[in-house]
């Protein structure tokens, strides 16, 4: 079956470190220690893209020497929203480029019969309304739970919402691309299919169960 979807919306972070990093991601034979380290440089790598728009402002700092006519980010504030429990493995990625950032917690189980998202945690920063939004979640499969967070942060006010995964079946971007016009998405690679657990292929397997050692 073929996927249609507005490319526009899509950045595909495809760097080689990236690729590499990817690569020993998906390694059946990757232990939970070194899995975890790279979902954390992966959100790492990807936040450098997702805050490339971030607009700056003159600022003059006095070096040793002289005047430096530098920038500085203009006040931009952001909340990073992890996807229970996957997410929170993208984090500290994430923070380590936006150490101010708050953070919004968004719990999502997916039935393993219907693949369908149940919401069990919602814990949002206060003002989530007038903050940029970065969901970060690893896998993008059939697209329900992102499309949930979605709807979950569009109702509390949220205009500036950006999605991170790190793979995403074309199946689910198509999903998610198609239930809000004004989303941006942000993946290291775009795989295959899904099979028919609804699981990416070939994928990594069960991001959440390789973070957490829960095999
Ligand atoms: C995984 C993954 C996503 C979701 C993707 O979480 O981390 O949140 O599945 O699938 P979807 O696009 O079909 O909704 P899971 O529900 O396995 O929970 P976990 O993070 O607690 O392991
Ligand atoms: N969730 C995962 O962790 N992996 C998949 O392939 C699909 C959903």
């Known amino acids: 079956m073929s996927?249609?979807?507005?490319?526009?919306?899509?950045?595909?972070?495809?760097?080689?470190?990236?690729?590499?990093?990817?690569?020993i991601l998906r390694d059946a034979a990757t232990g939970t220690k070194q899995f975890r380290e790279?979902?954390?440089?992966?959100a790492l790598?990807?936040?450098y893209e997702v805050t490339r728009d971030f607009p700056l402002e003159d600022v003059d700092?006095?070096?040793p020497l002289a005047v430096a006519h530098g920038k500085r980010i203009a006040g931009r504030k952001v909340a990073v929203v992890p996807i229970l429990r996957a997410g929170l493995g993208m984090v500290e990625g994430m923070l380590d480029l936006m150490p101010s950032a708050r953070v919004?917690?968004?719990?999502?189980?997916?039935d393993e019969v219907t693949h369908e998202p149940r919401e069990y945690y919602c814990k949002m920063p206060r003002d989530i309304a007038e903050r940029t939004c970065i969901v970060v979640d690893p896998m993008l499969a059939t697209g329900g739970s992102a499309i949930d967070a979605v709807h979950a942060l569009r109702r509390r006010g949220v205009r500036d919402l950006r999605l991170v995964f790190i793979l995403a079946a074309p199946e689910g971007l198509e999903a998610l691309l198609a239930a809000d016009p004004d989303i941006r998405v942000y993946v290291c690679a775009i795989d295959d299919h899904l099979n028919e657990q609804a699981y990416i292929?070939?994928?990594l397997g069960d991001a959440g169960d390789r973070i957490f050692g829960t095999l």
């Open 201 to 203: 292929v070939p994928g």
């Open 38 to 42: 790279i979902v954390r440089e992966l």
């Open 45 to 47: 790598f990807e936040g």
């Open 61 to 63: 700092v006095e070096t």
């Open 104 to 110: 919004g917690h968004i719990g999502m189980e997916r």
């Open 3 to 23: 996927h249609t979807f507005d490319t526009a919306r899509v950045t595909l972070i495809d760097h080689p470190l990236v690729q590499h990093k990817l690569t």
